[in-house]
């Protein structure tokens, strides 16, 4: 018998990563059959429409001005902070809610979403999301002992369900002291979907009821996808509703720098809270500084100086919105001329917003997938239904991949 020399919580670990997975049969294609000929809508990052890496010139240039000390000394633990107050001021955009707010720079949005569940989930506890929901949120709870449950995203009409919340909200409060709900959006991942400013006043509605009752809610807004949803004053204005909530509500923002300025690979982010409290504010800053020093010490200080000498400087940050801007509406008429297109063949997409991703419900994803590759076209199966990367197609193969996804489909069924 093999020796198992891993602990017992850690010895059944294994990651299944269905996109990683999807992009690896994509390459083979690729080397097989030629890149022109394939259609990669598996990647979760900006391609040209020459299907490179695209980023923002203004970033490049910046990045590469600093000094060797900016990319080789260590910062603060919990982050520089210029750039925390940089990421705050990001994050809201002129929308900053009245209220005690503090932040701690994180490895990325994932770095965020860790710290949250780490902090603020006791163990054995529930998180609570929707049923179409980035994979990762799973992982990141299974290593700290919680578990993910999910309530149904979208009633019959594909708008937001708020019967099925605010059940799940109740469910859950019956049987936990505490409870983190996380919410992709706007530009959810994977749908695109993005929550009205009438869903937030549902939502609010159902925690305000349940923090009545003495229970201690966190609601985490995973916003990594917030510049590809809109315009950025109308994409923000809901934050304002989080103003004046009961100091038994904590709101917190993971927010990422992957996105919004082509820098996945820098992982840089921050964990933002807001609160009534300051006590609350004062108490996150000690616990998420302590659990920063046992994860990663510290984060990238050259990627935290790059976000503040763009943010202090008038002319960089203006050109850097502009070619953000351009990124942005690349991305959103690659997905306006898939959900155009799935409208008139009868595919039924679900409602796409903005962002890098939509989404199509099925009942047998793998197969779904399995019968585009016949069309050399790759995309990521989940559990609910396909995931195709807008971000990734150029806007000339995005043509007719709908109509295709239909056909893969029929075939299965």
Known sequence: MAIQMAA??????????????????????????????????????????????????????????????????????????????????????????????????????????????????????QVLTSDWFWGTYNVICQELGSSVTTFTLFDEANNFNHAAFSAAVDALCKRQDSLLIILNTPAHNPTGYSLSAEDWDHVLDTVKAQAKTGKKIQILVDIAYIDFAGEKYATRAFMQKFAGLPENILTLFAFSMSKAYTFYGQRCGALIALSASKTVIDEFSEISKYTARATWSNINRGAMTLLTRIQQDSAAY??????????????????????????????????????????????????????????????VPLKMGVRIAACSVPKIKMHGVAEKVKRAMEKIS
């Open 8 to 125: 017992s919580h850690a010895a059944s670990r294994r990651l299944k990563d269905a996109i990683f997975g999807a992009n690896a049969a994509c390459r083979a294609a690729i080397a097989e059959h030629g890149e022109e000929r394939v259609i990669n809508a598996t990647i979760g990052a900006v391609m040209d429409d020459n299907g490179k890496l695209a980023h923002l010139p203004t970033v490049e240039r910046v990045f590469r001005s600093l000094p060797i000390e900016d990319y080789i000394a260590y910062a603060p633990i919990s982050g520089l902070p210029e750039y925390l107050e940089a990421a705050i001021d990001i994050t809201f955009a002129g929308k900053r809610p009245a209220g005690y707010l503090a932040a701690v720079a994180t490895a990325g949005g994932t770095g965020a979403l860790r710290t949250a569940v780490d902090d603020y989930v006791e163990r054995g506890d």
């Open 318 to 379: 203006a050109a850097y919105e502009s070619e953000r801007d351009a990124l942005y509406r690349l991305v959103q008429e690659r997905g306006d001329i898939f959900m155009q297109e799935a409208a008139a063949c009868g595919l039924p997409a679900l409602p796409y917003k903005g962002g890098f991703f939509l989404a199509i419900p099925s009942s047998d994803p793998q197969a779904v997938c399995d019968a585009l590759h016949e069309d050399l076209i790759f995309a």
